[in-house]
């Protein structure tokens, strides 16, 4: 953050809700007809899921819920509500061995209830990890399943903050909480261990200093050498990386609108200004910081990404506004497009159904 003001600084806790308010917006269920991948719902809908050598899906939707819970789609296509009370839910990630998902509860409109916490998937036993009034959000598992790292809302007496930092913990109850940055003007968060566990790849204002204007970090599992990967320019963002099963690159999305993306969780500005609150697009880059462009999306939102298990391909969420006749967006379909990893042939993974119109945050 480049400014001191707390009034300044609030804007950055909208960092970690990409898309609830567009989600509001949003009331599209059921089948929807053809796509613009061309798919037409015939056949078997989860076909191409099928294929795919990862076990199951887990996400956020509010389908048959005022609240977002956390669904799970199975190898045969079942899908299973996971969370059935009146708390918000989202930012799932799936322990390394599939049995558990770690993510983020709370009131969806106090942020300040939001803990991390644990599902066991095989005795559906639910641990909460944090107990506190501050923003504890967006986990991520160490590669042998011991540890959690998340971003944290909070200063160093443990109250509220204007931007984040990044904690990890053990994630078996909680316990041994280490801070691992510590900018109480930069913004830290989006965190995900590298698959042999030495590093942390996160986003970062520390060389923007600027509310909406992440890029790209990396740096040790312990906190040290922190590194700058991504270099964006005017408005340009980079949210939520994620790493290739090898580690030698990381998927990332970039929002490339013409004013701060933060804008676009205000209804009244999102409902006209939409086409300068996008696009979002995939990236890669390597540890070096050459970065790939994937895709060539002119107006669609959202964006998160994720490798499949054995490196082959990418599936992200991708956000396909509607419009009416004044071009004001009513709506819009969330669409999970898989892709190869240099972003070509893209197909939906799941044809529309009634997760469309609310899924969000994913993992798989």
């Known amino acids: ?20 308010i567009p989600i509001a917006l949003i009331g599209c269920g059921g089948s929807a007809g053809p796509d613009d991948n061309g798919n037409n719902g015939a056949g078997d809908s989860f076909a191409l899921w099928k294929q795919q050598p990862d076990e199951q899906i887990v996400f956020m939707s509010k389908a048959d819920s005022a609240h977002g819970e956390l669904y799970l789609i199975d190898k045969q296509g079942s899908i299973t509500r996971l969370t059935n009370n009146n708390l918000y839910e989202n930012n799932p990630a799936l322990s390394p061995d599939g049995t558990k998902v770690a993510f983020n509860a709370g009131e969806e409109s106090n942020q300040l209830t939001w803990e991390i916490c644990v599902l066991d998937l095989q005795t559906m036993e ?25 971003g944290s809302f909070r200063d160093a007496q443990d109250n509220p ?118 696009p979002w697009n995939i990236c890669t880059v390597d540890l070096s910081g050459n970065v790939q462009k994937l895709t060539g999306n002119t107006e669609a939102g959202w964006g998160v990404a994720v490798y499949s298990s054995d490196g082959s391909k990418i599936l992200y969420g991708r ?38 119109g609310t899924l969000e945050y994913f993992d798989w």
Not at 128 to 142: F, G, K, M, R, Y
Request: aromatic share 8%; net charge negative; proline share 5%.
């Open 1 to 20: 953050m480049i400014h001191r003001q707390n009034t300044l600084r609030f804007p950055a806790i909208l960092a970690i809700c990409i898309v609830l």
């Open 126 to 150: 639910q641990t909460q990890l944090t107990a506190n009034s501050v923003i504890d959000a967006h986990p991520d598992w160490s590669p042998d399943g011991t540890k959690i790292v998340f």
């Open 161 to 278: 903050a204007g931007a984040a930092d990044i904690f990890v913990m053990n994630a078996a109850d909680g316990t041994g909480l280490t801070r691992l940055t510590n900018s109480p003007e930069v913004e830290d968060n989006d965190p995900e261990w590298s698959p042999d566990g030495s590093k942390i790849v996160y986003k970062s204002t520390e060389y923007t200093r600027q509310s909406a204007r992440e890029e790209i970090y990396v740096m040790g599992s312990d906190g040290s050498n922190p590194r700058r990967l991504t270099e964006t320019s005017g408005w340009q963002s980079d949210h939520d990386p994620s790493w290739s099963p090898s580690g030698d690159r990381i998927v990332f999305v970039r929002f490339e609108g013409s004013r701060a993306w933060t804008d676009g969780t205000d209804p009244s500005i999102l409902v006209d200004k939409w086409q300068e609150l996008t």
């Open 319 to 356: 956000l396909d506004w509607i419009t009416n006749s004044k071009n004001q967006i009513i709506g819009g379909y969330h669409r999970l497009i898989l892709m190869d990893t240099d972003g070509s042939d893209q197909e939906q993974l799941i044809q529309d159904d009634e997760h469309t």
